[in-house]
Structures are given as C-alpha cells and as structure tokens.
C-alpha cells in the first residue's frame, strides 16, 4: 500500500470509530440492552484507537 491509501484508511477507520460511538451513545439514550451498548462502544473505541496509533 502506498502512503496515500494508507492515510485514506486511517481516516476511514477514524470515521467509523466515531460513528459507532455516536450510535453506542444513541443506544443508550434510548435505553436499548445495554450489550448491544457496550458491543457499539468497544467496536467504536477499537478502530478509533487503531486510526490514531496509524497515524502516529
């Protein structure tokens, strides 16, 4: 891969950790299980951190 299609995954992966983040966040003000909450949350965080440790 070359460096400009790795940028464009990172921020990819940045994106979608904080969508499902957002979506973790939705979830829990609608008071929707709270596996389905905590599976959105760690899935969000797990590519966030990703896309910021890519970066680096």
């Known amino acids: 891969m070359t460096l400009s299609h790795m940028n464009g995954f990172v921020y990819i992966l940045i994106f979608a950790g904080l969508f499902l983040i957002g ?13 389905a909450v905590v599976l959105l949350a ?10 910021v440790m890519k970066l680096m």
Do not use: E, V
Not at 23 to 35: D, M, N, T, Y
């Open 42 to 51: 760690l899935a969000g965080l797990m590519c966030f951190a990703t896309g």
């Open 23 to 35: 979506g973790a966040i939705s979830f829990w003000k609608q008071k929707i299980s709270k596996g």
